[in-house]
């Protein structure tokens, strides 16, 4: 099973769309310790919900190691939060992961450094790649994740025309998720 990796507005994003539950029970779901503290905060979209996933094994909490990477990201020259920088700093430790990382200075960074990530609004249309979700449902989630997120033109206009071969790696081998 392939681990994936959350940030806070991803997670938060996924779990307004209804998709959470499904794609938790597709991967082994990975969120960083302060990632982990944002989304459980009183009163935040999905508090009950990520705790209960945390019982059910469905969701991990891991804390970062200091290391290189982990100060890199954490450097001033950056600007990138504590959550992004967390969530990247665990990827070196996860084999066969990837992450989900809505934040714009996040996903440049992965980008800079080939680790590979896809957006809250690319979830869809791995899961209907996946076979969990018709291709009318995807479409509706999609547009609904455009609705609920602050995507640019340029973002959405990728994720509605990209292939099925550029989803190819984050396609789950095989989901035991609820729905």
Known sequence: MKSLLIDSSSAILLYKAELFHLVAGGY?????????????KRGYPGENAFNSLLKKDLLFVEKPKTNELLEQTRSKNNQMGK?????INLYPY????????????????CKQTNIPFINALLVPKVLWLSDLLTKESCMTKMISLCELGRYSNKIKNYAFSCSPEDLEFFVAEKFTGET
Do not use: N, P, Y
Request: proline fraction near 0%; avoid cysteine; charge should be negative.
């Open 28 to 40: 082994k779901m990975i969120m960083a310790q302060s990632v982990f503290k944002e989304v459980t």
């Open 83 to 87: 959550g992004e920088s967390d969530t």
């Open 94 to 109: 996860f084999s066969d992961s990837f992450l989900i990382m809505d934040d714009g200075r996040g996903a440049k960074w």
